[in-house]
């Protein structure tokens, strides 16, 4: 039985869901990176790396390729790169619109109170 196209796409996803995933794909999209370059780079234990190396590997999404004793890791192909950028293009439109929203709050924090004409009746406070 074949799984539904929207059951993959959200395997795939659960896939890419970790940060150490993530900051691995980031790295490779300028081209191979050696394992110890990786590592300096995100500072994770060496098996951490190896496990979160492999579930990419599983999915396809990188190769790896040994040089003598040097083992580089790179994207198995270019629509990795861009839906990395998509995603960055994504949050940055998500975060700029909060933003925008914070920036009114505070403007909105800054104005003086307004206070109520003479002829206006004061508005009571509450008695216990």
């Not at 794909?25 to 590592?39: F, K, S, T």
């Not at 619109?97 to 406070?125: F, H, I, W």
Request: net charge neutral.
């Amino acid at each position: 039985m074949q799984v539904p196209l929207y059951q993959a796409k959200a395997e795939f996803f659960r896939m890419l869901g970790h940060p150490t995933r993530i900051r691995v794909l980031e790295l490779l999209q300028h081209g191979p990176v050696p394992v110890r370059d990786l590592l300096a780079d995100i500072e994770i234990e060496p098996s951490s790396l190896s496990q979160q190396l492999a579930v990419l590997r599983r999915a396809g999404i990188v190769v790896s390729i040994r040089e003598g004793s040097t083992v580089r890791y790179a994207l198995a192909g270019g629509d990795v790169a861009e839906l990395l950028r998509a995603a960055r293009r994504i949050l940055t439109e998500l975060l700029a619109g909060r933003n925008e929203l914070l920036a009114e709050l505070q403007q909105s924090d800054t104005r003086p109170p307004r206070v109520p004409a003479a002829d206006e009746p004061s508005v009571a406070t509450s008695t216990r």
